[in-house]
């Protein structure tokens, strides 16, 4: 496995949790990395993303309350879920991409590597 998430689990409303998602292998092009996500019955959404830069970029829906950030390697990338609500729940993917441009950092296809995903849910 090039892409290992971790961190899911079951959450109140209110709560938090901070997923980590680690490269295993050096051939994993990490420049940019990124947060997916997919509810049941609908699509894979962005969700936050980190370029080579440093710049961060959130979806709407989570601004505010996600953060994304990586470790100095570039080699994980982390996001903090705060003040979860019940349509955060989903199966959340991390993904990593060799691209050092600052565009198109929501798109999937702009990914190269993906994580198996890790299970977020949110109860009320």
């Known amino acids: 496995v090039q892409l290992q998430a971790s961190g899911g689990g079951l959450v109140q409303v209110g709560g938090s949790l901070r997923l980590s998602c680690a490269a295993s292998?050096?051939?994993?092009?990490?420049?940019?990395m990124g947060w997916f996500r997919q509810a049941p019955g609908k699509e894979r959404e962005f969700v936050a993303a980190?370029?080579?830069?440093?710049?961060?970029y959130y979806a709407d829906s989570v601004k505010g309350r996600f953060t994304i950030s990586r470790d100095n390697a570039k080699t994980t990338v982390y996001l903090r879920m705060d003040y979860l609500k019940s349509e955060d729940t989903a199966v959340y993917y991390c993904?990593?991409?060799?691209?050092?441009?600052?565009?198109?950092?929501?798109?999937?296809?702009?990914?190269?590597?993906w994580g198996q995903g890790t299970l977020v849910t949110v109860s009320s």
């Open positions: 980190v370029v080579w830069s440093g710049d961060v």
């Open positions: 993904a990593a991409g060799l691209s050092l441009s600052d565009h198109f950092y929501s798109l999937q296809d702009a990914y190269d590597s």
């Open positions: 292998a050096r051939t994993v092009s990490t420049n940019r």
